[in-house]
């Protein structure tokens, strides 16, 4: 594996090595890297809600799988790069590159422990961390591309996230970055979800630019499906007084619909061939390549 060097987690001093199934610092060997964050606000209640209803095979998460890894095996020049997942939850990316980029080093990073936890379980050869974005502990210039999905949004700082990923990237490295779109569509999905917003493309770009890098794709994912999603989240603003338990309950139920849908599938491929032609612009996700100059 062509991983970077980690620097020492907190109370320690010697550096931790990668050992193919943990990382060993000094005479201690432990299965993910840990720079202790702090405390998010979300729970494990949150995941189970995110997971159980939104989960591998929803229509919306494939394209958005498919279209990041996409965009990483078109930019990424080197033959063996250096990729990592941040915001990696259960792995369903990081199992899913791996798979299509069996030449790359693969690493996943997290906010939240507990789905690292199991994660580390189901793939145990896979170098996981644990920090905040905002104070990334990884080398500068250590990276050829990092994919960030639906991320930015649950971080208050957003501008000091960007920054750390033009960093920690090399010179032509590659960030696949996804967000929410339309701030005029905040919802009790969002609220639930902790999300702070929700993204114009014309707002998102200028903070990349701002960080640092350079923007060479943009475009949008569910522009086919965004008339229908736009009526429900209307219709959900109505319930953001409501108390949590009702909220959720009907985010639940927004979630689950159709959330396996072979029509919804064909249609997402579809727009994926007409993203190649043409700008979409608008949908229910902003889509950005960008690259470190």
Not at 49 to 68: F, G, P, Q
Not at 83 to 106: F, N, Q, V, W
Not at 127 to 151: E, Q
Not at 275 to 288: A, E, Q, S
Request: proline share 7%; charged share 25%.
């Amino acid at each position: 594996m062509n991983l970077p060097e980690f620097r020492p987690p907190p109370g320690c001093r010697e550096t931790p090595a990668w050992t193919g199934c943990g990382f060993r610092t000094g005479k201690t060997i432990t299965r993910i890297l840990s720079y202790e964050p702090g405390d998010s606000g979300w729970t494990e209640e949150l995941t189970a809600l995110h997971e159980d209803t939104d989960d591998e095979n929803h229509y919306i998460n494939v394209a958005s799988r498919e279209h990041a890894i996409s965009r990483v095996k078109r930019w990424i020049a080197s033959r063996n790069p250096v990729i990592i997942d941040i915001g990696c939850s259960s792995g369903y990316t990081l199992k899913l590159l791996r798979a299509r980029l069996p030449e790359a080093t693969i690493l996943g990073a997290d906010f939240i422990m507990g789905p690292l936890e199991k994660l580390g379980e189901s793939v145990p050869d896979l170098p996981l961390l644990h920090f905040d974005l905002r104070h990334c502990p990884l080398p500068d210039a250590s990276l050829d591309g990092v994919i960030l999905l639906n991320v930015l949004e649950h971080i208050k700082e957003d501008a000091a996230a960007l920054r750390q990923i033009a960093r920690i990237l090399k010179p032509g490295g590659i960030a696949a970055i996804e967000v929410p779109a339309g701030p005029g569509i905040y919802d009790i999905y969002d609220k639930q979800l902790q999300h702070f917003r929700r993204y114009r493309m014309r707002d998102v770009v200028q903070r990349v630019r701002s960080a640092g890098l350079e923007v060479v794709e943009r475009s949008h994912l569910g522009c086919l499906l965004y008339p229908a999603f736009w009526i429900v989240k209307k219709r959900n603003q109505r319930h953001l007084n409501a108390p949590p338990d009702v909220q959720k309950g009907i985010v639940a139920g927004n979630m689950r619909q159709a959330h396996d849908s072979a029509l919804m599938n064909l249609l997402m491929r579809a727009e994926s061939q007409l993203r190649h032609l043409v700008y979409l612009p608008f949908g229910i996700r902003c889509l950005l390549t960008c690259r470190k100059p």
